[in-house]
């Protein structure tokens, strides 16, 4: 069985994943999207989502997308971190990870399956993201925050000490987020507040 890594998506997360594959020396089979006119400079097309081989990792930033396509698949998934991002030794981190260039995760953190922690996020100690959840570029988890699955956490976003968010819940970019988020919901502004249901996902 080959090692190559196959990506799941042809859009710009995944040319991020693909530099970050290259520039940790994993060796890159192609990808698959279900468009024929995806593409990825550098990478053969090899068929639509069902074509996946494996080891894969799913390549898709839009949350709701994501779970969508990361329910159909089966086999090995792979984690790739860039190797300018800055893990601890204690973190765990899960199947099917995605962590970008300058991005850190710290002591005790947890980033489970599937998860994305973006290019110069940051996730503090003792800090979950949960699974399919994307933690947005520059986006901040303060230590012991709580992040539930398939969240997003929009670009620039501050998650202060200790906050717990729910299951499928959106933080707008640059929020401040101060206290506890439900499931579900979308939260914007300084410091955030409830601008109601989130519309998908």
């Given amino acids: 069985m080959s090692d190559a890594l196959v990506l799941v998506g042809g859009g710009g997360h995944a040319k991020v994943v693909a530099d970050a594959a290259r520039a940790r ?8 999207d279900d468009d024929p006119a995806a593409c990825v ?3 053969e097309w090899l068929g639509g989502l069902d074509r996946a081989g494996e080891p894969w990792i799913v390549c898709i930033g839009d949350v709701a997308t994501r ?3 990361i329910e159909t698949l089966r086999g090995r998934a792979a984690s790739v971190v860039h190797p300018s991002a800055i893990v601890s ?6 199947a099917g990870v995605f962590i970008g260039p300058g991005a850190v995760v710290n002591a005790d953190a947890v980033v489970e399956d599937h998860a994305i922690v973006n290019s110069a996020a ?4 003792d800090a979950r ?4 959840t994307h933690v ?6 303060c230590g012991g925050v709580d992040v539930g699955l398939g969240c997003l956490i929009g670009a620039g976003a501050v998650l202060l000490p200790g906050v717990e968010v729910g299951d499928r819940a959106m933080v707008g970019a640059g929020a401040v987020v101060m206290g506890a988020v439900s499931a579900r919901t979308r939260v914007v502004g300084v410091p955030a507040r409830m601008l109601g249901p989130r519309e998908r996902g």
């Fill in 25 to 32: 020396g994993v060796g890159l089979a192609g990808f698959v």
């Fill in 41 to 43: 400079p550098g990478l």
């Fill in 67 to 69: 779970m969508r396509v």
């Fill in 89 to 94: 030794a204690s973190a765990s981190i899960g």
């Fill in 122 to 125: 940051v996730v503090e100690h």
């Fill in 129 to 132: 993201v949960g699974m399919g």
């Fill in 136 to 141: 947005a570029p520059r986006a901040v988890l």
